[in-house]
Each structure stands twice: as C-alpha cells, then as structure tokens.
T-cell receptor, first 109, second 119 residues
Framework: EDQVTQSPEALRLQEGESSSLNCSYTVSGLRGLFWYRQDPGKGPEFLFTLYSAGEEKEKERLKATLTKKESFLHITAPKPEDSATYLCAVGRAGNMLTFGGGTRLMVKP | GAVVSQHPSWVICKSGTSVKIECRSLDFQATTMFWYRQFPKQSLMLMATSNEGSKATYEQGVEKDKFLINHASLTLSTLTVTSAHPEDSSFYIC???????????????FGPGTRLTVL
C-alpha cells in the first residue's frame, strides 16, 4: 500500500531562519512527487513536480529535491508570507495522488 | 492558465437535504476530475475519480449512493451530497487533470474548495 509521511507535523521558524521539510514515501511505481502549498480555507496551490531521483527544482525561496525514498522542501530565509501548510503527494497508477499529512509552517517576523 | 473554480464556496444546509457542488475547469479541458474531502487539520482524502462521460470510480469506504458524481462535460463535474447529515460537514475540494503537453504527467489543479456545514 502506498504511504506518504511528512515531518515535522508543525514547524515554527523565525523570519530568515532556513529549514527543511521532509516527505518520505513508499509507492509501487512512482509517477511523480508533487509539492503543494495550502492556505487556510483554500485549495492546494501547485509548487513543484519531481520525477526522478536527483532532480531538483527551485522557485523563489523554495527548493525541492528528490531521492528514491524521500523528498525535501528547503525554505531559505523564509518570510511570514511563507506561512502555510505544505503538502506532498505521490502520483500513482490511475493518475491519482496520495497525499501526506502535511507540515504546518509558521514564520514569525 | 489551469484555473479551476468551485461553486458555492460555502453552504449551510439542514440535515436530510441534498447539496450540489460544481467544479469547473475555466481555461482547459479536464480529461479527469477528482473529488477530495478534508477535515480540519487533516490532509486531503480522495473520494472519487471521474472521467467525462463515464461513471465515477469511488475509493473504498465512500458511499456512491450518498455522494453522487456527474461529469457531464470536459469542463464541469458536480458532486451531490444526498440526505446530508452533520458528519458530512467538511471541506470538499475538486481537482482537474488534463493530458495536454503543457502539463506534467499526473499534475492536478485544485479548486478553492467548498465548506459544507450540515445543521
């Protein structure tokens, strides 16, 4: 059975304090590793898709990396507006996604 | 591009009534649409997958007679919660997927969600 585990569940950072979020997965036949950002009361907003181990993608203060067992979302010098829940999901057969539990990030000024 | 809308954004209804939620892809044709449910401080749980013109495929434990899904066109899918009860209160989110070259394989675009409260 496909499993996606995110850690930590919650993370509090000071503005400018860099950190990383982890997404560990077990899936039979990975069809993409997806990162989304979700603000309270809103739908997830697409950030990145990674398909193969060693792949990296960047967007502003965010950088996503992928290995065969996990993915990291690195946040460099975060700002309060980066506060949100970050969700990772693995793509599986049938074009479906299995989501992890999410990491709630709070960045204090 | 790749915008998905939902209507309504929130709804309050009485127990026993039915509620319809619409999901539209505004600037692309969605070959597949998905419906998720999200409880407070929890992640998204897939309820069902629907392809245009076909019957929806429901995840294990989701009552197909209670959550009716219709995917009448490549831009519209509807979820009807029949005989709603307080335990159906949740945040319902749809997503749409297309097979166009401009999009990554398996990529889904999410709507803003609908907050359902059943009294």
């Amino acid at each position: 059975e496909d499993q996606v585990t995110q850690s930590p569940e919650a993370l509090r950072l000071q503005e400018g304090e860099s950190s990383s979020l982890n997404c560990s997965y077990t899936v039979s036949g990975l069809r993409g590793l997806f990162w989304y950002r979700q603000d309270p009361g809103k739908g997830p907003e697409f950030l990145f898709t990674l398909y193969s181990a060693g792949e990296e993608k960047e967007k502003e203060r965010l950088k996503a990396t992928l290995t065969k067992k996990e993915s990291f979302l690195h946040i460099t010098a975060p700002k309060p507006e980066d506060s949100a829940t970050y969700l990772c999901a693995v793509g599986r057969a049938g074009n479906m996604l299995t989501f992890g539990g999410g990491t709630r990030l709070m960045v204090k000024p | 591009g790749a915008v998905v809308s939902q209507h309504p954004s929130w709804v309050i209804c009485k127990s026993g009534t039915s509620v319809k939620i619409e999901c539209r892809s505004l600037d692309f044709q969605a070959t597949t649409m998905f419906w998720y449910r999200q409880f407070p401080k929890q992640s998204l749980m897939l309820m069902a997958t629907s392809n245009e013109g076909s019957k929806a495929t429901y995840e294990q434990g989701v009552e197909k007679d209670k959550f009716l899904i219709n995917h009448a066109s490549l831009t519209l899918s509807t979820l009807t919660v029949t005989s709603a009860h307080p335990e159906d209160s949740s945040f319902y989110i749809c997503s749409a997927q297309t097979s166009g070259r401009a999009f990554s394989y398996n990529e889904q675009f999410f709507g803003p969600g609908t907050r359902l409260t059943v009294l």
